[in-house]
């Protein structure tokens, strides 16, 4: 149960709310305690004849008394622990955020989305139940039974022994029980991981099941997904389902040796039926306290499969951070960028996507970089905004180490547009403003209007109020790479990268758009990556890529008189323009 001790931090936060619950509990649960007592001197003054009625009327009302006082404090115990508990959940969710939050783009390549739902749900679910119910029925199964014990031991130490011999038994039975619970539990939380991731992605790639007619084979693979969490889930309440029936048949026997004991010690006089019948309350008394023992042990053992998991989450640590390294007192980026001599080679590959680069982006120049498809262009301009950091050599940005950069700093001031980009279910303008909370409405239409958008959001009913469905399923290819360059622009930042961001865009509203850029990223930087020559050719300089390497380097001219790489992809695509026209 080492795992569980990750949570005593947040126990402790809310130490004063458990506190007082545990207060509640034992005098909720001595009031309890008590009345059987009163139970037992009532049938014994009946008994006797030796009584009044304004006695029994008396210790009827204590009677009442004590049993409105003891749920009283049961309720009161119940909204101290279990909204403790619901704050620690509240605190484990936003400190799960805040962790992945910190994470490096290698660190989603390894986890996927299903599974990090899984972790925020279920995982913290379990560990909720534990951090409230499991540490409620557990202070309640401890006072209950102190005081129980007490006064039945008060009562009559023999009987009181002989009632609990099969106390062992039910111990032997929770902890070897528990543990085929907690493996059972461990192997359903994974499998219910794989079953989210897969339904995330088939829930986000809909369109493409349906293009290629793979519904079949996508509802085949969830439904062995799903019967495989149900044999699991199966093979999880089997061991459950063994407490209970275990539990009760124990407590049954304990019955029947206080009736075969305490009956024979009433028949010769050694004991009072006031005694006895006590004793058959206070041990029916315990039969929901020990009960809860193989619940609470159902909830500690999932607790614990769950902690390990979120525990794998909050011990990965943050590849990208400030450090020590980190200068706070820098305050602002002007845009001159320096390549020198970088390499770099991801965790899963065993060569470079980058290698031996060295290259010089002045402040206010536009560069362009084609290449093949895997060429290593994305790589390249991940490594500006540290989406990851070089294996080999330096980046510089205005002539200061880039990972002397504070990360906020370094990215609040470089606009990236990716070749997908993600929208939000949120409206047109939210999805602008989240580039700049605070934009106004006339910001939010001005670089729309950049973007060669502005015409098309007018078509819509709601304008820029238009809701959009997740991943801004409402709008058409070209129409989020125009949005995505808007939420960029209104960053105002000091340095744009477009990758790809213009790939649905069709070439007359192309030409509109880079025009516009000319304009607004006078003074400022620009990398604009493309498979088109036709975007890049007015670049201040281009670089060909080439399994990571730079082949070629220069201005459109002087790349087309060096007819290399890029003269061979210029000529080819005047010639499909040609064919397109004829």
């Known amino acids: 149960m080492k795992e569980l001790k990750r949570l005593l931090p947040y126990l402790s936060r809310y130490r004063t709310k458990l506190i007082w619950g545990g207060i509640f509990v034992t005098i909720s649960n001595i009031c309890s305690s008590i009345i059987p007592r009163i139970v037992g001197n009532i049938i014994d003054l009946i008994k006797s004849g030796n009584f009044t009625s304004g006695e029994i009327i008396i210790l009827i009302i204590a009677i009442l008394g004590l049993t409105a006082g003891s749920g009283l404090f049961m309720f009161l115990t119940r909204q101290t622990i279990i909204v403790a508990s619901r704050l620690i959940e509240y605190d484990l969710r ?15 390549q390894k986890n996927p989305t299903g599974s990090l739902m899984a972790h925020a749900t279920n995982d913290i679910g379990a560990a909720r139940e534990f951090l409230g119910p499991a540490i409620m029925y557990s202070a309640n199964t401890l006072t209950a ?87 699991k889930n199966v093979r999880l309440a089997k061991y459950q389902s ?35 019948t006590q004793f058959f309350i206070y041990i029916n008394m315990l039969i929901w306290p020990v009960a809860a023992i193989g619940w609470v042990t159902n909830l500690v053992q999932r607790a614990a499969a769950s902690t390990r998991r979120l525990g794998k989450i909050f011990d990965t640590v943050p590849e990208l951070i400030n450090d020590d390294n980190t200068d706070f007192s820098i305050k602002d980026i002007n845009g001159n960028i320096s390549f020198d001599n970088v390499s770099l080679k991801y965790d899963s590959n065993n060569y470079n996507a ?11 120049s536009s560069l362009g970089i084609v290449g093949g498809i895997g060429s290593g262009k994305s790589s390249l301009i991940n490594l500006i905004p540290r989406y990851y950091d070089v294996s080999i050599g330096e980046i510089y940005i205005d002539d200061i180490k ?62 820029y109020n238009t809701l959009l469905g997740e991943r801004g ?17 209104i960053k105002n930042p000091s340095i744009l990268i477009l990758d790809d961001a213009l790939s649905a865009v069709d070439t007359q509203t192309e030409d509109k758009l880079l025009k516009e850029l000319d304009s ?23 670089i060909v ?37 004829m």
């Open 520 to 542: 607004i990223m006078q003074g400022r930087t620009t990398i604009i990556i493309s498979h088109r020559i036709s975007t890049v050719m007015k670049c201040d300089k281009i």
């Open 94 to 108: 936003k400190d799960f955020l805040l962790s992945i939050e910190k994470q490096s783009s290698s660190f989603f």
């Open 402 to 463: 880039i990972k002397q950069y504070p990360l906020e700093l370094l990215r609040k001031n470089i606009g990236i547009v990716p070749q997908e980009p993600f929208l939000f279910s949120l409206s047109i303008a939210d999805n602008i403003r989240f580039g700049n909370p605070i934009a106004t409405e006339e910001e939010v239409e001005y670089y729309s209007k950049i973007a060669q958008l502005h015409d098309d959001v007018l078509t819509f009913p709601d304008k």
């Open 473 to 489: 399923i409402t709008l058409s290819g070209g129409q989020k790479q125009r949005l995505a360059i808007a939420r960029a622009l």
């Open 242 to 276: 063994y407490f209970v029936p275990i539990i009760i048949t124990l407590i049954g026997l304990s019955n029947l040796i206080v009736l075969a004991y305490g009956g024979y010690e009433v028949l010769h006089d050694r004991a009072t039926l006031g005694k006895l």
């Open 145 to 231: 039974f102190t005081f129980v014990m007490y006064f039945m031991l008060s009562l009559d130490v023999n009987l009181t022994l002989l009632s609990l011999v099969p106390l062992p038994i039910i111990a032997y039975s929770v902890y070897h029980i528990g543990k085929r619970v907690h493996f059972a539990f461990r192997d359903v939380q994974e499998q219910f991981s794989n079953l989210t991731s897969h339904a995330q992605e088939s829930f986000s790639g809909a369109k493409i099941v349906r293009s290629y007619n793979r519904e079949e084979y996508e509802r085949g693979k969830f439904e062995f997904l799903s019967f495989d969490y149900l044999k």
């Open 545 to 581: 890529l080439d399994s990571g390497k730079i082949i070629e380097e220069g201005n459109h001219i002087e790349l087309v008189q060096l007819d290399g790489r890029y003269a061979e992809m210029f000529s080819l695509q005047q010639l499909e323009e040609e064919i397109e026209m």
């Open 354 to 364: 980058i290698e031996n680069i060295n290259l010089e982006i002045p402040k206010g």
